[in-house]
């Protein structure tokens, strides 16, 4: 095996053991700064909301994602 093929296969064993440890972004509660309705969601909604609680682990804000 040469040289550049055992790099390009350690390269690939390297991202794949990489995905293997990649987890789910979290979840969180977000309030509306105009209307105070809440929702659950994973990304920022815009400058009208503000974070209220969380990480969670499912997609209803139900269940809190406990660091390890």
């Known amino acids: 095996m040469t040289t550049s093929r055992k790099s390009a296969v350690a390269f690939l064993l ?4 990489a995905a293997l440890l990649a987890a789910p972004a979290p979840w969180f509660t977000w309030r509306s700064k105009t209307d105070g309705k809440q929702v ?26 406990i660091a390890k």
């Open 40 to 65: 659950c969601h994973q990304t920022p909604l815009g400058p009208g909301w503000e974070k209220v609680d969380g990480p969670y682990r499912d997609s209803h804000c139900t269940k809190l994602l």
């Open 14 to 17: 390297a991202c794949a053991s």
